[in-house]
């Protein structure tokens, strides 16, 4: 069975500076993905970013930036120019490729996001 | 984009009730969904896997009987919870997605059992 953990139950950054989000994960397969989510207090499930494991070259989405280390089995989040509107809760997550489509997502605890203004 | 709409997104029920919850592809077929459940201030939990046309797959822990899943189309899987007592009482969050595309998630939903 895969595990997912975030090590930081809560983070605090200053407005527009930059916060990472670490996540590390368990896993004896060699193809899966791995997403970042926010769960602002709306609960409403926001997909961050996703790192297709074979690949090599990291994901990046605006501000939003991974640094995937398979070998290390790391999986940090990386939020430059913070703003008000990214605190939430941010998961890390799992999804096994060798289902096809049939597997769900393994989550982290989550890590609670404060941004001070 | 795609959109997973789920109903009710809240529901207050009396203990010994059953509550179903609806879960619905809008604008693709879901030949998979994902049911999942948040305790406050903690983390989502697979509950169960449906499966359009069979029977679903439940997580380790997870009674069948008491959570009720049905997949009756390629746009709708339902969420039973029968004879709910004050512990059921959760948000529960449905997921679907098309192949290995990146799973989209309903609003969830509030359950609150007195």
């Known amino acids: 069975a895969q595990t997912v953990t975030q090590s930081q139950p809560e983070m605090s950054v200053q407005e527009a500076e930059t916060v990472t989000l670490s996540c590390t994960y368990d896993?004896?397969?060699?193809?899966?993905?791995l997403f970042w989510y926010k769960q602002p207090p709306s609960r409403q499930m926001i997909l961050v970013i996703r790192?297709?494991?074979?690949?090599?070259q990291n994901a990046t989405e605006n501000r939003f930036s991974v640094n995937f280390q398979k070998a290390a089995k790391s999986f940090s989040l990386k939020i430059s120019d913070s703003q008000l509107g990214d605190a939430a809760m941010y998961f890390c997550?799992?999804?096994?490729?060798?289902?096809?489509?049939?597997?769900?997502?393994?989550f982290g605890k989550g890590t609670h996001l404060i941004i001070q203004p | 984009g795609a959109v997973v709409s789920q109903h009710p997104s809240w529901v207050i029920c009396k203990s010994g009730t059953s509550v179903k919850i609806e879960c619905r592809s809008l604008?693709?077929?879901?030949?998979?969904m994902f049911w999942y459940r948040q305790f406050p201030k903690q983390s989502l939990m697979l509950m169960a896997t449906?499966?359009?046309?069979?029977?679903?797959?439940?997580e380790q822990g997870v009674e069948k009987d008491k959570f009720l899943i049905n997949h009756a189309s390629l746009t709708l899987s339902t969420l039973t919870v029968t004879s709910a007592h004050p512990e059921d009482s959760s948000f529960y969050i449905c997921?679907?997605?098309?192949?290995?595309?990146?799973?989209?998630f309903g609003n969830g939903t509030r359950l609150t059992v007195t």
């Open positions: 997921s679907a997605g098309q192949g290995d595309s990146p799973l989209h």
């Open positions: 896993t004896s397969e060699s193809d899966y993905y």
């Open positions: 790192q297709e494991a074979y690949k090599q």
């Open positions: 997550a799992y999804r096994s490729e060798a289902g096809g489509g049939a597997d769900g997502l393994t």
């Open positions: 604008d693709f077929q879901a030949t998979t």
């Open positions: 449906s499966n359009e046309g069979s029977k679903a797959t439940y």
